[in-house]
């Protein structure tokens, strides 16, 4: 079976050769609050989106986070490439403003099945050509926290798109999809993340699941919930496996020291 390495290398600074694998990353910025970080996800993207009224916190919150510098700068040096969703949150003078720069805006708002989130992750997956697709990696900053609709409605994209990585952030956390084809080895850099962590069955019950690297291991281990689901773990090296006849969703902690400039 296929092992799928996985690491949080995008909190760093920079991302350095030796954390595999070399991923091309886009960025997602939903309607939440920034993460303080947000800037470096920033720069390690080739394509960068606002969903909706994420480009209202881009526009307001950037600044904020570069509290030297001015203001007006700092929004002319972080455009986003697309500004997508049913335009039900933005504000018209932030789209006048990023228009100007050249911002593309996509009105989609003719499609009411589908979150602000599923209408972006299908806008890049639709843009990168299918030879690229295995290393595309979308990073989703404030998908966690607000409403609890909203949090599930983010997992439930997750699920609709398990071929595609999409890593869900918040100044907290991340959370993303383990899919159950696959073999899983999780790189834990300490430095930017854990050690709480957690493995949670999503979609269905998981009748079978191991892991190594953990301070409470699972072995041959049943989870559903009802039953034992495996939270407040901790990760005690640089190596979490996971091996599981179920998708579970993989989430550890982001450590609160983590430097925000680029």
């Not at 009411?112 to 599923?118: P, R, S």
């Not at 069955?201 to 689901?229: A, C, H, N, Y």
């Not at 090296?237 to 579970?248: C, K, N, P, Q, R």
Request: net charge negative.
């Amino acid at each position: 079976m296929e092992v799928v390495h996985h690491s949080s290398a995008f909190l760093l600074p920079s991302v350095a050769p030796d954390h595999r694998p070399s991923l091309n990353y886009a960025l997602i910025v939903l309607n939440q609050r920034l993460p303080r970080f947000t800037p470096l996800l920033w720069q390690h993207a080739q394509l960068r989106l606002c969903a909706d009224g994420g480009a209202n916190r881009v526009f307001d919150e950037m600044p904020g986070l570069f509290p030297h510098e001015d203001a007006v700068a700092v929004r002319n040096r972080y455009k986003p490439d697309v500004i997508k969703g049913d335009m039900d949150s933005v504000r018209t003078d932030v789209v006048d403003f990023y228009i100007k720069l050249g911002t593309k805006v996509v009105d989609a708002s003719h499609d009411q099945d589908t979150t602000d989130l599923h209408k972006c992750v299908s806008f890049i997956c639709d843009f990168t050509p299918d030879l690229e697709k295995s290393k595309l990696c979308i990073l989703v900053a404030g998908a966690l926290g607000g409403r609890f609709d909203h949090e599930v409605g983010n997992i439930n994209v997750l699920c609709r798109f398990k071929d595609t990585r999409i890593i869900l952030i918040s100044d907290d956390c991340l959370i993303h999809l383990l899919p159950k084809a696959q073999n899983h080895e999780i790189h834990v850099l300490s430095s930017v993340v854990g050690p709480h962590c957690g493995l949670i069955p999503i979609g269905m019950p998981s009748r079978s699941t191991t892991t190594t690297g953990l301070q409470w291991d699972l072995s041959d281990t049943e989870m559903k919930f009802g039953g034992l689901v495996s939270t407040s773990n901790i990760a005690k090296g640089e190596t979490v496996t996971v091996h599981s006849d179920s998708d579970l969703l993989w989430t550890i902690s982001i450590k609160k020291s983590q430097d925000s400039s680029p």
